[in-house]
Nanobody, 123 residues
Framework: QVQLVESGGGLVQAGGSLRLSCAASGRTTSTYAMGWFRQAPGADREFVATISKSGRSTSYADSGRFTISRDNAKNTVYLQMNRLKPEDTAVYYC??????????????????WGQGTQVTVSS
């Protein structure tokens, strides 16, 4: 089993930045692809970013503002979010794809999920 714990969320003004972290425990996630998803109130969960097991491949829903990275030695994945907008307000979830080290934008391909961290962007 893998436990994922997100941190780094909070309240920020539009245009500001936040860095989310996702710490994994239970087993190494170095062979797993990892992803970030988010869910706003009343909306479906949506893809944000994904990174391959090596970190060499990434994919984004909105390239240019967000950057996903990982430190396999620390079993941690990060999401750097810049130029935040009020529409980025959501609960952000970290997810692990144990079946593959390849990136995926599909939430159903991830089998471990964290509890989420709230990000609120004020206008």
């Amino acid at each position: 089993q893998v436990q994922l714990v997100e941190s780094g969320g909070g309240l920020v003004q539009a245009g500001g930045s936040l860095r989310l972290s996702c710490a994994a425990s239970g087993r190494t996630t170095s062979t797993y692809a990892m992803g970030w998803f988010r869910q706003a109130p009343g909306a479906d969960r949506e893809f944000v970013a994904t990174i391959s097991k090596s970190g060499r491949s990434t994919s984004y829903a909105d390239s240019g503002r967000f950057t996903i990275s990982r430190d396999n030695a620390k079993n941690t994945v990060y999401l750097q979010m810049n130029r935040l907008k009020p529409e980025d307000t959501a609960v952000y979830y970290c997810a692990a794809r144990s079946s593959s080290g390849l990136v995926s934008r599909r939430d159903y391909e991830y089998d471990y999920w964290g509890q989420g961290t709230q990000v609120t962007v004020s206008s």
